[in-house]
C-alpha cells in the first residue's frame, strides 16, 4: 500500500516570501502525483498533476508552481507568496488509475 | 466540465441511526468513478468508498454503501449504524477520463458536516 508523506506539517510564511513544500510516496513506483489546495470551510481544488518526472500540469493559474525532481518526489513552490495562498495543501498519490491517497497536509497561514 | 453538487453544509444525527449523505453530478463523459473521502478534524482525507460509471452493483465497504443511481445522476453515501467517531466533513468526488496530459486529478463537492450525537 501507498505511504504519502508532507512535510512540513504547519508553516507560516509573510507575505512576499518564498515557499517550499514537499511530498514524498512510498510503497510504488511510477505513480501519479497531484497537489490540492482546501480553503478554509470548502471542498479540494486541483493545482498540479504529474505523470511522470519533470512532466508537470496546470489546472488553475497562480503564483504557485510544481516540480517533480524524483519518481516519487513532489514539490510545490512559490517565488512570492500571496495572502490568498493561505490554506490546506494537500498532495495525493494514485497507480493505475485506481483511488487515490492523501498525504497527511500542509497548512499554510500567510500574514 | 464536470461538477459535484453536495447540497448538505451540515447535518445531526443521533448516534446508531442511518445517514444519507447526498451528492449529485454532472458530466458529459460515458466513463467516470465516483469516490467518498471522510476528512476528521486532523485535516487528513479518508478514502470511503468507490463507484464506477459502468458498475452494475451499488458500491458497499463494511458499513458504507454507495446508493448510485445513474439516470438521476447522484451518488449517494448510506452509513449504517452511525458511531461518535463518523463526526466529520465528508466530501464527494468524481474522476473523469484522462486529460491529453494522462492524468485524471478529482473535482470535489464542497462537503457536508456530518456530526453525530451520542
Known amino acids: 500500500s501507498q505511504t504519502i508523506h508532507q512535510w512540513p506539517a504547519t508553516l507560516v510564511q509573510p507575505v512576499g516570501s518564498p515557499l517550499s513544500l514537499e511530498c514524498t510516496v512510498e510503497g510504488t513506483s511510477n505513480p501519479n502525483l497531484y497537489w490540492y489546495r482546501q480553503a478554509a470551510g470548502r471542498g479540494l481544488q486541483l493545482l498540479f498533476y504529474?505523470?511522470?518526472?519533470?512532466?508537470i500540469s496546470s489546472e488553475v493559474p497562480q503564483n504557485l508552481s510544481a516540480s517533480r525532481p524524483q519518481d516519487r518526489q513532489f514539490i510545490l513552490s512559490s517565488k512570492k507568496l500571496l495572502l490568498s495562498d493561505s490554506g490546506f495543501y494537500l498532495c495525493a498519490s494514485s497507480y493505475h488509475r485506481v483511488e487515490q491517497y492523501f498525504g497527511p497536509g500542509t497548512r499554510l497561514t500567510v500574514l | 466540465a464536470q461538477k459535484i453538487t453536495q447540497t448538505q453544509p451540515g447535518m445531526f444525527v443521533q448516534e446508531k441511526e442511518a445517514v444519507t449523505l447526498d451528492c449529485t453530478y454532472d458530466?458529459?463523459?460515458?466513463?467516470?468513478?465516483l469516490f467518498w473521502y471522510k476528512q476528521p478534524s486532523s485535516g487528513e482525507m479518508i478514502f470511503l468508498i468507490y463507484q464506477g460509471s459502468y458498475d452494475q452493483q451499488n458500491a458497499t465497504e463494511g458499513r458504507y454503501s454507495l446508493n448510485f443511481q445513474k439516470a438521476r445522476k447522484s451518488a449517494n453515501l448510506v452509513i449504517s449504524a452511525s458511531q461518535l467517531g463518523d463526526s466529520a466533513m465528508y466530501f464527494c468526488a468524481m474522476r473523469g477520463p484522462p486529460s491529453g496530459g494522462g492524468a485524471d486529478g478529482l473535482t470535489f463537492g464542497k462537503g457536508t458536516h456530518l456530526i453525530i450525537q451520542p
Open positions: 458530466t458529459s463523459d460515458p466513463s467516470y468513478g
Open positions: 504529474s505523470v511522470g518526472i519533470g512532466q
